[in-house]
Structure formats: C-alpha cells, structure tokens
C-alpha cells in the first residue's frame, strides 16, 4: 500500500481476532479514528453483553419523560413533584440537542416529537434529516440499555 509493506492473511477459516489499519494525514485524524472505532466496538459489545437495547434518536428519553410526567400528576406531591419534573424536563436534552445540533427549531422538533409520542404511543425519536418525528423501531435506530440505565 503506496510505499508500505503489509502482510496480509487472509481465507483463515477460523477466526479469532483481526486488525484494523488505521491511515490518515496527522496524528489528530488517526486519533479521533481510533477513538470512534473503539466507541463502536465497546458498543456492540454492551449489546451483547446486556442482550437488550433500547428506542434510540431520544424516543426513550421522550417516552420516559412523558411517564414521569403523568407519574408526578397522580401520584407525588409537594417538593418531591418539583425534584420528578425537573428530572423530567432534564432528560428532554438529548432530543432537543439532536434538533438543534440537526440545524432545526429545538423547541419545534420537541413539540412535533412529544405529540406524535401521545397520539400514536409509539417510541418516536428526531429524525435529524427532517427535524419530523421519527417511529426508532421502524428507523432501527437503537440505544444501548447499559448506557441509559
């Protein structure tokens, strides 16, 4: 490859482990490489590891904070229902950083999101393409369940 020599071995009918050539222009760019594949690779193994995952695009964030939401109406009350909105109100970051980060109105997307959730009471996320609401199971967009619990 240009002006390097590599071995290569390859037909080996079992496997148990590969290597992964990792090019660029300056260190900075093999740096921030590395880093996301091993970002991917720690994720796929927390997938395995945890053998479930969950709604991801901040469908989850979205459907727990609407839970917690009718939670503090019915069931808490005084102080404690300040600290289970806020909470609540907290976990709308992840899709209203999906939006903004998309180019879109956040506070739009988030409207448009949260009434596609309660009508349809599906797990919607942020289509950051469209800024519309976005069904994650149809998507197959996915989170991780070790990173949210």
């Known amino acids: 490859m240009g002006d390097d020599k590599y071995t290569f071995i390859e037909g080996v009918e079992n496997p148990f482990s590969c290597s992964i ?3 660029g222009p300056n260190d900075y760019s093999i740096a921030q490489t590395k880093e996301a594949i091993r970002d991917g690779l720690r994720a796929i193994k927390n997938t395995v590891d945890d053998k479930s995952i969950v709604p991801g695009a901040g469908a989850f964030e979205i459907a727990c904070h609407e839970s917690l939401t009718q939670f503090s109406r019915n069931s808490v009350s005084g102080k404690a229902k300040l600290g289970v909105n806020a909470y609540a109100d907290a976990l709308l970051v992840v899709p209203r950083t999906l939006a903004q980060n998309s180019g879109f109105d956040a506070q739009d997307t988030l409207l ?3 009434e596609a959730h309660l009508k349809e009471h599906k797990a919607y ?3 950051t393409l469209t800024g519309d609401p976005l069904p994650a199971e149809v998507a197959q ?3 991780n369940y070790m990173v949210k619990r």
């Open 141 to 143: 967009i996915w989170d």
């Open 112 to 114: 448009k999101v949260q």
């Open 21 to 23: 050539l990792i090019k």
């Open 125 to 127: 996320g942020v289509d």
